[in-house]
């Protein structure tokens, strides 16, 4: 019996996707498919898959075609299956011609000419695009509209900046760039918010109350009733509010969750934080909107991602201390937040004017989490032991910083009517009624300089 094997990620499957497997099938007796994970395409920089793997599975096995449907999750699986499904024949489409003549050590290799006229990407971008407008000044909002690009079904359509000089050449015409808010909302079915967080809550109100859905940069709102009435505010208007993070959209990041959740450093006993900058001072001071961000509003909603993703928004106790500047009121420097949790602390240090070693460092009852500075950007971490022998490295591939993935995310939630982001509601309740409560002095130390 002569066994072929072929792989794909067979997303909206198409013509192109049948003609490949009926011949891959007639090249021998049985047919083995193996089908892209959902992170395995993410890690490759694959990231506008539409369909879940579940849906190009169940498309694949409907074409009757395949006699067996694996998953490849990993780099160096088809070495791995070829050995063991005892393969005779691997085969691809000829846009891969050459790419895996390495495999010819271990069976025959053959491709097959490519279907003219029809692929996945091309049926993704006919569908209906989103049409974003961006608002924001910072050189965040810089970084959403260069990543909006790589995005399958978005396109910006128009910019809300009191910084216009300063759109960069790379992003190409965009039709639209006013410091006018009212103007951009008409013009677009979904808005990113970059703005000042001071603006978050005025904004995605109206924004959500004219139906459109908001991606907002981390708080939605500096109260935590304001982040609670916005949710309703989407959910009964069945728009899309995204509370965004992009740290929570790396993969490195989403995998140390899932790592330290199924145990692999025992209980966990500390969380321990670390982010500072010291850039934005330096860099949009001479700027006609610039308005600071003291290091809660900054960093706040970063550091107390990990914090709540891995010991959940039930603490026990929270305790601030803060240094505030004298010459700006309400811009704090620097801050500490301390959690205590039933059998679990976590600590966060944070600062707009102090530079420190942004780590995270995730410890439990039988080894430790370690993820260097910049944490919250990293493609890198390690799991370490009392027993060093024992350590792991884990690397993953970071494009765009998660801003990527995560407009991704968000286009897809809005099309499929679904939230789909890794950010849950009570997480961003929980981050603004920490802003509200440091904001209203509740448990805050106030730090003075000898
Ligand atoms: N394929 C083909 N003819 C096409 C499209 C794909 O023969 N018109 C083959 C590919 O060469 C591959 C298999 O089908 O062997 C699965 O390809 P996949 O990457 O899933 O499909 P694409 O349509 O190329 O997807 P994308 O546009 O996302 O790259």
Request: hydrophobic share 40%.
């Amino acid at each position: 019996m002569v066994k072929v094997i072929t792989y794909g990620t067979f997303d909206l499957l198409h013509y192109g996707h049948i003609r490949l497997l009926q011949r891959a099938k007639a090249l021998g007796d049985y047919l083995i498919v193996g089908v892209t994970s959902d992170a395995f395409d993410k890690a490759r920089g694959k990231i506008n898959v539409q369909q879940s793997l579940m849906e190009r599975i169940d498309a694949v096995r409907a074409t009757g075609l395949a006699d067996q449907i694996v998953v490849e999750e990993y780099e160096g699986q088809k070495i791995d299956d070829i050995k063991r499904y005892g393969a005779d024949i691997f085969t691809v489409g000829s846009d891969w011609k050459g790419h895996f003549d390495y495999l010819r050590q271990y069976c025959r290799v053959i491709y097959l000419d490519r279907t003219d006229g029809v692929s996945s990407s091309e049926i993704r971008s006919e569908q209906r695009l989103l049409r974003v407008g961006l608002v924001g000044d910072t050189s965040l909002a810089a970084k959403y509209a260069r990543e909006c690009q790589y995005v399958n079904g978005c396109q910006i359509e128009a910019i809300c900046s009191g910084a216009i000089d300063r759109q960069p050449e790379e992003l190409g015409r965009i039709p639209l760039i006013t410091d006018d808010f009212d103007v951009v909302l008409n013009h677009v079915d979904a808005l990113i918010l970059a703005s000042h967080p001071e603006r978050h809550y005025t904004e995605i109100r109206k924004a959500l109350s004219a139906g459109k859905h908001v991606l907002c940069e981390s708080p939605v709102a500096l109260r935590k009733d304001q982040c609670e009435e916005l949710f309703e505010l989407a959910e009964g208007q069945n728009l899309i509010l995204f509370d965004s993070i992009k740290t929570a959209y790396t993969t490195a990041f989403e995998r140390l969750l899932l790592l330290a959740g199924s145990g692999r450093i025992g209980q966990i006993a500390s969380v321990n934080v670390t982010c500072t900058s010291l850039s934005e001072s330096m860099l949009s001071k001479d700027r006609l909107y610039y308005q600071p961000t003291g290091s809660m509003q900054a960093w706040g909603p970063t550091s107390l991602l990990p914090v709540f993703q891995l010991l959940g928004t039930h603490y026990q106790s929270v305790h601030f201390a803060s240094l505030f500047l004298e010459q700006s009121p309400g811009f704090d420097a620097f801050t500490q937040m301390s959690f205590v949790y039933p059998g679990a602390v976590a600590n966060i240090l944070i600062g707009k004017r102090i530079k420190a070693e942004g780590e995270l460092i995730i410890s439990g009852s039988e080894g430790y989490i370690y993820v260097p500075a910049p944490w919250w950007k990293t493609d890198y971490f390690e799991i370490r032991y009392e027993n060093a022998s024992n350590n792991r490295r884990y690397f993953y591939q970071l494009e765009g910083e998660g801003i990527r993935n995560e407009i991704a995310s968000f286009v897809r939630s809005v099309n499929t009517h679904t939230y789909m982001g890794s950010i849950r509601k009570e997480i961003s309740v929980c981050i603004s009624d920490i802003l509200e409560k440091h904001r209203a002095g509740e448990n805050v130390t106030l730090l003075k300089r000898a």
